[in-house]
């Protein structure tokens, strides 16, 4: 990716590289500090393609900070455990329960999230 010269001569304390879910928190934790921030991506248009499907608890309480938790807790599913099988036998296990004020992990699609934390973003 190249930083186009229209990006360079906007003056800001901060350039967020990538509108993605990491980009677009990163500007959200910005605006709520009162820092200057630009962001510039790839992409002319947010993608309709997911790439990340688990939100973290501390993720959520995070996000909760700024009123899209709530959102993505609706809209997606607790995941609680896995199980990995070979040849139709239990291979391994994994308990994915935490002890945050949110429960477990979330498995919600990207497109979910960046709907949540910026709904008017194009």
């Not at 001569?9 to 993605?20: I, K, P, R, S």
């Amino acid at each position: 990716m190249s930083i186009t010269a229209a990006a360079m001569t906007h003056d800001c304390d901060v350039l967020v590289v990538g509108a993605g879910p990491v980009g677009t928190a990163l500007a959200l934790e910005l605006a709520l500090h009162r820092v200057s921030f630009r962001i510039i991506d790839q992409l002319p248009v947010r993608s309709d393609k997911s790439r990340a499907l688990v939100i973290q608890p501390r993720t959520l309480e995070l996000l909760n900070r700024h009123g899209a938790a709530d959102t993505i807790v609706q809209r997606g599913r607790v995941l609680r455990g896995g199980s990995t099988f070979i040849n139709n036998r239990p291979a391994a296990s994994v308990d994915l329960d935490d002890r945050t004020s949110n429960p477990g992990c979330f498995c919600s699609s990207q497109i979910c999230l960046e709907s949540a934390i910026a709904p008017d973003a194009s």
